[in-house]
């Protein structure tokens, strides 16, 4: 462990596939950590909102999976992680309007093709790593310090 | 409808408009109104969050259906105006910091999302109006829309 791993906080949460009913749960839960770690609001918005297209994601698209939020002095991160079944075509997949949701989700509110790119909007750092049969990894990066400077 | 019908529409009384501005862009004007007297232009039942009515100020709205919008373009103390009652309409209105759900044309949630929304702190109105009438009357009552604070920032979320 590094110096700077000793300040971080680290904390993780189950996502099971297509239980709409817990979904949202994680985003609310990461908000209220970062709230009670002083965080500026305006940087919780950005990493509940993160956290929640991530954690819709999960319940819709994958075989169940996991977020994870981490938080150092200078930035915070949340990482989706899902134990598949993985994004054929990554770029098509991040085109605002593409969705391969059903319409059960549709009537949610969700599926709309909002979910990756509403991720990106809200990160300074944002990367998708999938395999197709492995699962994917999505981070979204929000610095800390970026805020007013 | 004919105008004796509508709600009253006019500058509530000893209410002054306020400047809004974000990171030195233009100047916008907006007015804040209670949720008391949004629910009352709007002829809106309480269904939660009643203990808010007479408290929670209300400059800013924006209406949709689609949560990854509201997630994407909608700030901070926005009112929601949605006809969907799904209890993901109220999960997103906490995660992006919403002030408070109307619902449109009539919908009614069920009591999952009512007692969500009350966990939550959230209120929640329920008009008869539709929804283009609805975001007409807070419009023409000096409520804003978001669109100047994605403006003025050069950003939307």
Redesign the interface.
């Known amino acids: 462990m590094t110096a700077r791993d000793q300040h971080a906080l680290e904390m993780d949460f189950a996502v099971a596939r297509h239980d709409?009913?817990a979904?949202?749960e994680v985003?609310?839960r990461v908000?209220q950590v970062l709230r009670q770690l002083g965080i500026a609001?305006?940087l919780v918005?950005?990493a509940?909102?993160a956290?929640?297209?991530a954690e819709?994601n999960l319940v819709i698209h994958s075989n169940g999976g996991k977020v994870a939020l981490r938080v150092e002095p200078e930035r915070i991160v949340v990482e989706a992680c899902d134990l598949g079944p993985g994004i054929p075509d990554i770029e098509r997949a991040m085109r605002e309007g593409y969705s391969t949701a059903p319409d059960e989700v549709r009537?949610?509110?969700?599926g709309?093709g909002?979910?990756l790119?509403?991720m990106r909007?809200?990160s300074d750092s944002f990367t998708i790593d999938s395999s197709v049969g492995r699962g994917t990894t999505v981070t979204a990066v929000i610095y800390i310090a970026q805020l007013g400077s | 409808m004919d105008d004796t019908a509508r709600p009253a529409l006019r500058w509530p009384a000893g209410r002054v408009r306020c400047r809004v501005a974000r990171r030195g862009a233009a100047l916008m004007e907006a007015m804040h109104l209670k949720l008391e007297e949004i629910a009352r232009l709007i002829r809106a039942n309480v269904i939660a969050g009643a203990d808010k009515l007479c408290t929670l100020d209300i400059d800013t709205a924006c209406g949709a259906?689609?949560?990854?919008?509201?997630?994407?373009f909608c700030h901070?103390r926005t009112l929601l105006l949605?006809g969907?009652t799904?209890?993901?309409?109220v999960?997103?209105a906490?995660?992006?910091?919403l002030s408070g759900i109307v619902f449109v044309r009539g919908k009614k949630p069920g009591d999952d999302v009512i007692e969500l929304a009350n966990a939550?702190g959230i209120p929640l109105l329920a008009t008869d109006y539709p929804m283009f009438e609805t975001c007409g009357m807070l419009y023409r009552a000096g409520i804003g829309g978001t669109h100047r604070f994605s403006r003025a920032e050069g950003?939307?979320?």
């Open positions: 709409f009913a979904a949202g985003a609310s908000k609001s305006e918005r950005r509940a909102v956290t929640y297209e819709m009537e949610m509110g969700f709309a909002m979910g790119p509403n909007r809200c | 259906d689609l949560m990854s919008d509201v997630l994407a901070e949605t969907l799904s209890p993901q309409v999960r997103s906490e995660v992006a910091g939550l950003t939307s979320c």
